[in-house]
Every structure is written in C-alpha cells, then in structure tokens.
Nanobody, 126 residues
Framework: QVQLVESGGGLVQAGGSLRLSCAAS????????MGWFRQAPGKEREFVAA????????YAADSVKGRFTISRDNAKNTAYLQMNSLRPEDTAVYYC???????????????????WGQGTQVTVSS
C-alpha cells in the first residue's frame, strides 16, 4: 500500500515556475514507477510525465517537454515535478500516481496506475 500527498501548487504568472512534490508513505516507494497527471475543468485527466523506480528513465508529454522535469529522491520517499515557463493552458489540478512497472506504452493511461494522491491546484495567470 502506498499513500501519496501532493504539495507545491499555487497561483503563478505566465512564464513563472513551480515545483510540485509528491510525498509517499511506506518503505516500498523505491519499487514504484511514478507519474504526474493533470486535469482541467471539463477535461479528461491528462498524462504529464513519468519516471522509473530508479529515476533513470523518464517520459514526458510533448506539451511539456523542455519545460517540465520529473525527478525523485528515494531516500526522501518523494517525487517532484519542476515546472518552468508556465502557460495559462497549464492550469489544472495536478496529481501524482504510482504503479509497479515502467512501460512507455501504458504509462500515459491513468487506468494503469494503482495509487493516487488527492491533487494540488496549479493556476497560471496571463
């Protein structure tokens, strides 16, 4: 069992930066691949980025490549999403999620994840 808690969301102007954190409970955090998703009002949950349990393999959506960076610190049981050059269209609730395997063909599907956090709101003003 893994419990996830996101933090770090807030209101930022376009072009600004935020770093989201996802703190995990349990001693098996370092055996899970991690993903970040987002959901804007009236839209489906959208894949943002994912990384393997070791952090050596990552995968990001085209819409955030070059702007967002996913990372993790297994010693702190925490995953991160560094978001730079934010745009108004990045406004959404951001969720972290955990799953046992890192498989690019399925990492983008929310249904493939076993555990979810409660989400943190990110609002980017123009």
């Amino acid at each position: 069992q893994v419990q996830l808690v996101e933090s770090g969301g807030g209101l930022v102007q376009a072009g600004g930066s935020l770093r989201l954190s996802c703190a995990a409970s349990g001693r098996t955090f370092n055996t899970y691949a991690m993903g970040w998703f987002r959901q804007a009002p009236g839209k489906e949950r959208e894949f943002v980025a994912a990384l393997s349990w070791s952090g050596t393999r990552t995968y990001a959506a085209d819409s955030v490549k070059g702007r967002f960076t996913i990372s993790r610190d297994n010693a702190k049981n925490t995953a991160y999403l560094q978001m730079n050059s934010l745009r108004p269209e990045d406004t959404a609730v951001y969720y972290c999620a955990a799953r046992k395997t890192f498989t690019i063909t399925t990492m983008t599907s929310p249904d493939s994840y076993d555990y979810w956090g409660q989400g943190t709101q990110v609002t980017v003003s123009s």
